[in-house]
């Protein structure tokens, strides 16, 4: 969707500061909330796609005023209301009130390192021959979904060229909703910098992005 959470490009926002030798966390809660996080996923009632989809549904004035790990909590109790494990009441208590659905399967504290060293792979076989190949000129398509979707603003509708085709993976404008996980290509595409930017942009810079394949139409 054309969320908050969509800034290539965007103008207003100021500089771009790292953070020297910047911590994992700067506070105990946000190591928690990764924890939480991690742990509520591993229940297995949603999947990756659904929840960023539900980080980048918040609306943009509380997106926009909340740091890094407010955002994963904030759509993490929206992901654990939609489900059933926790109801407005609850969080107003600050407790167990109401009955909740049962998880499909707990993460044991003792399991946690395999867990997250197996990872969550996505990748899938696909049926069909892929439709591009390196060399390839594609455009990408022009299209302003309600849903979750991987293709940024600022890269829809520009010319680019095939630079490798990876492999096939989950789609995750369905896999987001509910609908399946569609497998399809993923293409590594390269764009000039003046395609993307425009005027004035410098004539030695590249973008690259990974697409699947219904977003891209040949050139």
């Not at 909740?100 to 399967?105: E, I, V």
Request: charged share 25%.
């Amino acid at each position: 969707m054309n969320g908050p959470q969509d800034l290539g490009g965007q103008m207003g926002f100021g500089s771009v500061a790292p953070e020297t030798d910047e911590p994992y966390f700067h506070a105990e809660w946000e190591r928690r909330a990764l924890g939480v996080t991690l742990t509520a996923g591993a229940m297995g009632a949603w999947n990756i796609d659904e929840s960023r989809h539900a980080r980048e549904s918040l609306h943009p004035a509380d997106y926009y005023s909340s740091s890094y790990y407010q955002i994963w909590i904030k759509a993490l109790e929206t992901l654990l209301k939609r489900h059933g494990f926790i109801t407005e009441r609850d969080l107003a208590a600050g407790k167990a009130v109401d009955a909740a659905t049962t998880p499909k399967r707990v993460l044991k504290a003792a399991d946690v390192p395999a867990v997250l060293a197996k990872g969550g792979p996505c990748n899938r076989p696909v049926a069909t021959p892929a439709r591009f190949q390196p060399g390839d000129r594609v455009r990408t398509k022009i299209f302003n979904p309600a849903g979750h979707t991987r293709l940024p603003r600022y890269a829809r509708g520009k010319h680019g060229r095939i630079e490798a085709v990876r492999d096939g993976f989950v789609f995750p404008d369905s896999n987001a909703h509910g609908k399946g996980e569609s497998p399809q290509w993923v293409y590594t595409v390269v764009f000039d910098g003046a395609e993307i930017w425009g005027e004035g942009a410098d004539p030695t810079l590249s973008i690259s992005i990974d697409a699947w394949e219904s977003y891209l139409e040949p050139a």
